[in-house]
Structures are given as C-alpha cells and as structure tokens.
T-cell receptor, first 112, second 113 residues
Framework: DGGITQSPKYLFRKEGQNVTLSCEQNLNHDAMYWYRQDPGQGLRLIYYSQIVNDFQKGDIAEGYSVSREKKESFPLTVTSAQKNPTAFYLC???????????FGSGTRLTVV | AQSVTQLGSHVSVSEGALVLLRCNYSSSVPPYLFWYVQYPNQGLQLLLKYTTGATLVKGINGFEAEFKKSETSFHLTKPSAHMSDAAEYFCAVSLWAGNQFYFGTGTSLTVIP
C-alpha cells in the first residue's frame, strides 16, 4: 500500500546535538512538507518542497534544514540552533492542491 | 492573506448528540477546503474536502460539511456522536493556484458517555 513513513516514532536528543527525522513516501507525489505541532498551536510549516532539488522555507524554518535529493525522501534535520525543539513533527505529501495532503504518523522529538 | 479560524479549541458533546465544529476562512480567491482528524500520537487523516461542485460534502465516519461562501464558513457536522469520534479536528484551506495549506489551530472533541 502507498503511504508516508516517518521514522523513528519517538526520538530523544541531548541538548546541542543535531538530529535527523526521516520521511519517505511511495505515492509518487511531487510536493512534500514538514510541519511542527505544539499543543494549542496547530500545525506550523517548517519547510516544503514542490520538486526534487528544490525547497522553500516555511513560517518557522530557523534552526531546521532539509534536503530533497530524491522524490521519495524529504529528511528534516533539527539543528542545535533550534532553541525549543521538543515537539511532534509531521511530514506530508501532496499531488496537488485539490487532493489534500497525505500525512505520516509523526515523530515525537524530546530534548533531554 | 489567507487564514483559518476554528471557533472553540475544546468542544464536548454527549454520546448520540449532534457534533458541530466551526471553521471560518478568509481568502482572496475561491479556496479548497478540508477537514482532517487526528487521534493521539498519530498523523492527520482526511475526513472530507470541498473543491468544486456540490457545497454539501460527505466524508468518512458519517461526517459532513457545507461550504457557505456568503458566510465564509465550512462547518463540520455529524448527527450523532460516537465515543470513537473523540479526537482533534483541523480545518484547512488551500488556494486553487498554489499548493500550500493553511491550517486552523484545531478543535479537540470530547464525547461524554
């Protein structure tokens, strides 16, 4: 079955460390997105990519980086510059604006 | 600028009662509208969407929503709440010309036995 796979589901990081969250899709979708979710704040867009080898900053890109070397993959790196990284991270993909997004099951990152 | 407002961050209903979750949007162009549901520690699942055509759209799990252009609203309803409906619900809008979604802040639905 087609879908989006995020791994790991739970991730713990020490302060000052970079960590990379994986997002893989086999839906043949061109566009992929990373959102951060905090209680009471809904979803906030970190980065998005509408085509391979190209990506754009979202509303809260500071402290994060991405790459899009393959259509299927859109990994997110949370750097040590991100001051408050503890959150639930959601990856999504889309074939177009009428179709809506398909979401992964999320990664919960905790800084210890 | 586009925005989505969900009135009521928490809604409680009794089992069997009507569910009404409110969503209003602002958009300079005709939008596409979506409702998503999220269960704890999971991703978002598409409930229903409005793109063109009939303004009353039906989705999964007995939910439906009506696009009212004059009121810039897309409220989500279900005639009879079930315990399994307890979740977080998000309204979202996208523009016909673009591919970026704008999400509301979500409404947490509690169903009381």
């Amino acid at each position: 079955d087609g879908g989006i796979t995020q791994s790991p589901k739970y991730l713990f990081r020490k302060e000052g460390q970079n960590v990379t969250l994986s997002c893989e899709q086999n839906l043949n979708h061109d566009a992929m997105y990373w959102y951060r979710q905090d209680p009471g704040q809904g979803l906030r867009l970190i980065y998005y990519s509408q085509i391979v080898n190209d990506f754009q900053k979202g509303d809260i890109a500071e402290g994060y980086s991405v790459s899009r070397e393959k259509k299927e993959s859109f990994p997110l790196t949370v750097t040590s510059a991100q001051k408050n990284p503890t959150a639930f991270y959601l990856c999504a993909s889309s074939i177009g604006d009428r179709a809506g997004y398909t979401f992964g099951s999320g990664t919960r990152l905790t800084v210890v | 600028a586009q925005s989505v407002t969900q009135l009521g961050s928490h809604v409680s209903v009794s089992e069997g009662a009507l569910v009404l979750l409110r969503c209003n949007y602002s958009s300079s162009v005709p939008p596409y509208l979506f409702w998503y549901v999220q269960y704890p520690n999971q991703g978002l699942q598409l409930l229903l969407k409005y793109t063109t055509g009939a303004t009353l759209v039906k989705g999964i799990n007995g939910f439906e929503a009506e696009f009212k252009k004059s009121e810039t609203s897309f409220h989500l309803t279900k005639p009879s709440a079930h315990m399994s409906d307890a979740a977080e619900y998000f309204c979202a809008v996208s523009l016909w010309a673009g591919n970026q979604f704008y999400f509301g802040t979500g409404t947490s639905l509690t169903v009381i036995p």
